[in-house]
């Protein structure tokens, strides 16, 4: 008999729908796009029955080209974008307002009260985290406080409260299971990642009723069954849940304390495993639960960059320097270094380690020698020296060392960047074979709860590598390169 899993990828724009073999391999996947509304500045909001819709009709997508439960078995696992929140109706299974999605600031004005108020120690120690609208519990205060009866009927235990995974098991359980697993929990503000469960000081802090709130269980669970809305006669098993940026951790296999992943997109997410202690995190980075199967718990070191592909992209639309993001590899493999040039993209402020958001993009030190190869090599070198300026707070304070960065996303194309990464960070760099790493993550949680692999150590074989890149260059060049780099931002944060 034949296993394939079924996994959902519900991000904050679409919902992919992908099939897996039993043995990892991506079969074909459908990629369905939600409405994004923005009611006021700073607002944004999901619609989520539109969301579970989506996740049905792409499954059912999906499944066309299938023979449901002929000589095979199906089991479906999940993967979220997080901190996006829900508050429903338990009784007509209805949100009382839209989701509120991880973007939003409409919470903004109570996290900073409570920042004045000196909560931000106590909420630091117990979830890891920092008074911010980015996470959940903001936006369930704001709907209980300004949705019209929403206070009372949560006094009454007649709503719930969820991240999408939970909003999604729900329905896919015609309401029988109310639960969320341990990584979209510890993003919410409202979980105490020392103990595992729902702190009754945080849920009082933001008026919440425990009532509210999912069951929480490791990443390795089995959630339930459901028949999708009726497409399968028998219904399957929800089995491996995470939050996204915690599958891209699982999918690259990070089972090791001193194991990294950096996600090369738009921005840039860069967690380490720091192992089964919950240490206290830098300044301006935040601790997590990593992910949690076979019985044991991993944390991660998390901090996101503003700026890393979205400079290359504003390279090709605005300057018009590349036809596309593909050139800037041959433009810069042309010049031999930087010619002392550094590109700072702070087009945003600049993020962790940082955070200085009043500082600008710039670029420094352009003499009469620099051409546009030297220009688009800093622009490139600028991504990487991102990366490491994370890594190195990371390892740092957990006191351990990087034993491989493994990187995903469209810039793991470049090999000159990847090339380039692993030469400033002496560690190998190890590049996935496929773009789904959060999916691929759900899969292998779902395989460990259906006892498909019974430890770590059988998982590894399963991946599949692009490329692995070892460090090569002159390391005091390299050390004289990220000196420099440092004195680039150092001039701009002046």
């Keep these: 008999m034949e296993n394939k899993i079924i996994a959902i990828d519900q991000s904050t724009s679409a919902t992919k729908a992908m099939l897996f073999s039993e043995n990892c391999e991506l079969m074909r996947r459908v990629n369905i796009s939600h409405q994004q509304y923005y009611p006021k500045a700073g607002w944004v909001e999901h ?29 479906l696992a999940l993967t979220n974008q997080r901190e996006t929140v829900v508050v429903w109706d338990k009784n007509t299974g209805k949100p009382v307002y839209n989701a509120i999605v991880w973007q939003c600031q409409r919470g903004a004005a109570f996290c900073r009260e409570l920042k004045d108020k000196g909560y931000t120690q106590m909420i630091r120690e117990k979830t890891g985290l920092m008074p911010d609208p ?23 235990g007649d709503l719930l409260m969820g991240t999408i995974d939970s909003w999604l098991i729900w329905n896919l359980t015609a309401g029988e299971k109310h639960l969320t697993d341990y990584t979209n929990a510890s993003r919410t503000l409202l979980f105490n990642i020392q103990n595992l469960d729902w702190d009754e000081e945080l849920l009082e802090l933001f008026t919440i009723p425990r009532t509210m709130m999912p069951r929480a269980l490791p990443c390795d669970s089995v959630f339930g069954e459901t028949t999708m809305g009726a497409l399968f006669q028998t219904p399957v098993v929800i089995a491996g849940v995470l939050g996204d940026s915690h599958g891209a951790l699982t999918g690259q296999r990070c089972f090791e304390k001193g194991l990294g992943k950096a996600t090369y997109g738009t921005g840039s997410s860069v967690m380490v495993n720091i192992g089964e202690e919950a240490l206290a995190p830098p300044e301006g980075l935040v601790t997590s639960i990593g992910l949690s199967a076979l019985g044991k718990v991993y944390y991660a070191f998390e901090g996101n960059i503003h700026c890393t592909g979205a400079t290359i992209s504003w390279i090709e639309k605005k ?28 087009f945003t402020g600049l993020g962790a380690p940082w955070w200085n958001p009043e500082v600008r993009a710039a670029i420094l ?30 390892i740092r304070q957990a006191g351990i060392t990087l034993k491989e960065l493994r990187a995903d996303g469209g810039p793991v ?31 292998i949680m779902n395989g460990f709860a259906r006892k498909r692999w019974n430890s770590f150590q059988e998982i590894p074989a399963l991946r599949g590598s692009k490329y692995l890149l070892l460090p090569i260059a002159d390391e005091e060049k390299m050390d004289s390169l990220y000196r420099g780099w440092l004195k680039a931002v150092e001039q701009l944060i002046k």
């Design 365 to 394: 030190g352009i003499s009469l020698g620099v051409g546009k190869a030297h220009i688009l090599r800093a622009a490139l070198e600028s991504i990487a020296y991102q990366v490491k300026d994370l890594l190195n707070v990371m």
């Design 47 to 75: 619609d989520a029955e539109e969301i579970y819709q989506n996740v049905l009709l792409a499954v059912a997508q999906l499944m066309e080209e299938e023979q449901p439960e002929e000589n095979c078995l199906y089991s």
């Design 413 to 443: 194309k470049n090999k000159l960047l990847m090339q380039f990464q692993a030469d400033q960070l002496r560690v190998p760099v190890n590049c996935l074979d496929m773009e789904e790493a959060s999916a691929l993550g759900a899969v």
């Design 134 to 156: 980015y996470f959940s519990a903001s936006g369930v205060k704001w709907i209980l406080d300004n949705v019209k009866g929403a206070r009372e009927s949560a006094g009454k």
């Design 319 to 346: 300057l018009e320097m590349i036809g596309s993001p593909e050139e800037i590899e041959a433009w810069a493999g042309s010049a031999e270094d930087n010619e002392g040039v550094y590109w700072v993209p702070a």
